[in-house]
Nanobody, 115 residues
Framework: QVQLVESGGGLVQDGGSLRLSCTASSGIFYSMAWYRQAPGKQREMVATMTSDGNADYADSVKGRFTVSRDYAKKSVYLQMNSLKSEDTAVYYC???????????WGQGTQVTVSS
């Protein structure tokens, strides 16, 4: 069973930065991504990167967030700059395997931006 372990969340002031990390226990992934869910809202995709290096971002984070992967470490990262209060949410790591296209989720990490 693949496990995704996230780290890097926390409390930051408006305009600050945080870097989230997620490492998988095993597996080879076609895509790894970050989603977030704010209180009372649906979970939404924040950033995703496929195995060929293509990245996609939610419009709300373009120019502020950067997703990257370390394939050897089975890890995905999210560098978040110029954070705003509306970025406050639980951030979840997501991964989809290459062969079976099975999907996995991390347990989530809280990001709180204070204004």
């Amino acid at each position: 069973q693949v496990q995704l372990v996230e780290s890097g969340g926390g409390l930051v002031q408006d305009g600050g930065s945080l870097r989230l990390s997620c490492t998988a226990s095993s597996g080879i992934f076609y895509s790894m991504a970050w989603y977030r869910q704010a209180p009372g809202k649906q979970r939404e995709m924040v950033a995703t990167m496929t195995s060929d290096g293509n990245a996609d971002y939610a419009d709300s984070v373009k120019g502020r967030f950067t997703v990257s992967r370390d394939y050897a470490k089975k890890s995905v990262y999210l560098q978040m700059n110029s954070l705003k209060s509306e970025d406050t949410a639980v951030y979840y790591c997501f991964a989809k395997t290459i062969v079976s296209m099975k999907e996995y989720w991390g347990q989530g990490t809280q990001v709180t931006v204070s204004s």
